[in-house]
């Protein structure tokens, strides 16, 4: 009785991390393809900004689709802003060029200088270690403002896909690095599979395909003016600092094990 348990407990196992795996694959190949398609006409600012423009709008989507379906219990609610409050929220190059864009476009100079300084304070929080590491304390992304983020429309992938079923892990794991928060792992499958996808499209097309740290990312761009897009288009150490150039092949290397595993063949 105990083997026929276990062995039941096991397919269903293998059918989820199935449906995880298509979720990923599926999502990945649309980073690719949408980010291919915008720069096709070369690698320019616009086609950059437009491609994460892109990429965004599918992940929406498939993100409303992945709810609609399986209905997951979430707790995340607006104004709820624990996940915003640690170092390390990875984003990619493009991504980083559409938030640009739209502080410049639409922030004041006092909302801009007031960014400025929240970037500054996070600097400081994080220096001398590195920002992927776990802390215990509060570090707020720069653009949070009173709880909420200040450009929520063009916030990157990882934020788009970052959930919570349980709303007191996320507050114990605010002061507390060694807690983990429970999510709704499909949602986060459909924002890491596009940011694989849109990574290995750019490095074919011979522009960075890093992740970069955004809060460090916004005080170095912060610090360089308007100018600094056109700088992070130019320069490929521009962003140094603040990238992390090891997330998407390693994230790509665990996934492809499991589809070993599993015996998936995306």
Known sequence: MNARVDELSAAIERSAYRQRLETFF?????????????????IRLRAVVGAAADV???????????QEEYRPRLHCQEGCHYCCCKPGVLASIPELLRILERIHSTFSEADVLALSERAKRYGEQVAGRNFNDLVDESVPCPLLVDGRCSVYEVRPLVCRGYNSTDVDACRKAHSDRTARVPIFAMLKDVTDGATVGVAESLEA?????????????????????????????????????????????????EVQQTARHVGFNP
């Open 26 to 42: 599926a999502s990945r190949e649309a980073g690719q393809s949408l980010t291919a398609d915008a720069l096709k006409q070369g």
């Open 56 to 66: 965004a709008q599918f992940a929406d989507e498939a993100l409303a689709i992945v």
């Open 205 to 253: 097309a011979g522009f960075n395909d890093s992740l970069v740290d955004l809060g460090t990312a916004l005080l170095l761009a912060l610090r360089g003016g308007e100018a600094f897009s056109r700088t992070i288009m130019e320069d490929r150490a521009a962003l140094t600092p603040a990238e992390n150039s090891s997330w998407v092949s390693e994230l790509l290397n």
